[in-house]
């Protein structure tokens, strides 16, 4: 990230910027040069505090990410200076520091993919000795750069007992001697499944944060469709993975359009269509056509490549009201044979609204009980557009209001106020 006029004048938002940027790669690259992911952490910490306290005097440098790297390295080898032990570190992270201190690599350029190190981080994220929710967490932290209390949000756990986990699993991996190495064969292909499951929830986590001011993340959406994009260099005969890579480009591509001048959220069928990513649409419907070929001489295919093909109806539509609404709600039927789940049936019961009427979609709804999906927006929010298109406005305010009340994301609590305000002006008016 190169220096700017803002970053000039703002030089606390400039730390924070570059390290939403450049957080994960320096946790990779300290991790493969310490062997330790808890450290490679501590470090990178470090040096984040260290930008906090010196930029704002000092200024912002040239090549912040690449300012951060060299004071991580260099407090790792003041450490390793101080343990008689590993004096072979000190000579490996001395070595990797000599060409390294100007400049990051380009990891976004024509390389090896196999070689990358965020890469390299998911995985170990991703070991078989932690726990599914352990292994989203310590991604998301690792690899997402989200706060303690950030990710315990999105689990609905206390901070604390969060802080306690993401403890605990790095803790696991230094007992397991998980290897920072990618794992190969048989071992690359168990461990795919999980690994694509975290690509996919930093991703929703960057699309539609669940928590704070900001309706998205950008940047975690991005290093998500990076990572999807590797993984399908790694597995390009796995029509899921290709699934998943065409799932995030194109529901990436709406993301330019996802906000209007205010900075207010814009709903799917109200955005401006024109404003869509039209290199990620191509990218992603290459990638749906890839795995259609695979699967079309019998490879098996799953949640993504159907969220994918759902995705690609959409992109395909010129206008909203081009929308096959008919055959999304037939490849949600599918997708809820395949990879049952209470969100689907909430994204089911949409695509039933709009392709039988609202009714049909509040039947489906309905089946899934009242306190679906714990204290989570989602239900009553869909509730509310289903009861607003059926002219129910009273109803359709009860239940943007409790939406609301759910919400921990403040642009989204604003959407479902307004929502619930339009619907209650409505509900005044009629006889």
Avoid at 23 to 46: F, H, I, N
Avoid at 178 to 187: K, W
């Amino acid at each position: 990230m190169p220096v700017d006029e803002t970053s000039a004048e703002d030089p606390t938002g400039a730390v924070y910027a570059a390290w939403r940027a450049g957080s994960a790669r320096l946790v990779g690259a300290l991790t493969r040069m310490t062997g330790d992911v808890g450290l490679a952490e501590d470090l990178a910490q470090d040096a984040l505090v260290a930008a906090l306290e010196q930029w704002p005097a000092a200024g912002v440098p040239e090549n912040p990410a690449a300012w951060l790297m060299t004071t991580a390295k260099r407090r790792g080898i003041d450490q390793f200076r101080r343990a008689d032990t590993l004096r072979r570190k000190l000579a490996e992270l001395e070595h990797a520091q000599a060409g390294e201190e100007e400049e990051m690599p380009d990891l976004d350029g024509q390389v090896d993919h196999i070689e990358d190190d965020v890469l390299r981080l998911v995985f170990l994220c991703c070991h078989p000795s932690l726990t599914p929710e352990s292994r989203a967490a310590l991604t998301l932290r690792l690899v997402g750069g989200l706060t303690t209390g950030e990710i315990a949000r999105g689990f609905l756990a206390s901070e604390s007992a969060m802080g306690q986990r993401i403890s605990r699993a790095k803790k696991t991996l230094a007992e397991a001697h998980a290897e920072f190495d990618l794992p190969m064969g048989q071992e690359r292909t168990e461990r795919l499944d999980d690994v694509m499951a975290v690509v996919y929830l930093i991703f929703n986590e960057g699309y539609a944060a669940t928590a704070g001011e900001d309706w998205m993340r950008p940047d975690l959406a991005n290093e998500a469709m990076r990572l999807a994009r590797m993984l399908a260099v790694v597995a390009a005969d796995e029509p899921e993975v290709l699934g998943l890579q065409a799932l995030l480009e194109i529901q990436g591509s709406r993301i330019p359009a996802r906000l209007d001048e205010h900075g207010a959220p814009v709903l799917l069928e109200a955005q401006d269509r024109s404003r869509w990513d039209q290199l990620l649409i191509r990218r992603g419907l290459g990638a749906l056509e890839q795995a259609e070929a695979l699967a079309a001489r019998g490879k098996p295919v799953g949640r993504y490549f159907l969220q994918a093909s759902i995705a690609a109806q959409h992109a395909r539509a010129q206008r909203a009201e081009d929308t096959d609404w008919r055959r999304i709600a037939m490849l949600y039927d599918v997708l809820a044979g395949a990879a049952p789940g209470p969100v689907v049936e909430v994204n089911r019961a949409v695509a039933h609204g709009r392709a039988f009427g609202p009714d049909a979609g509040l039947a489906v709804l309905a089946e899934l009980g009242a306190r679906a999906l714990g204290d989570s927006p989602l239900v009553p929010s869909v509730r509310g557009d289903l009861l607003e298109r059926a002219g129910l406005h009273a109803q359709a305010h009860e239940a943007f209001t409790e939406a609301a009340q759910r919400s921990s994301n403040e642009s989204e609590r604003a959407l479902l106020r307004r929502r619930a305000a339009a619907n209650l002006a409505r509900a005044a008016q009629s006889p």
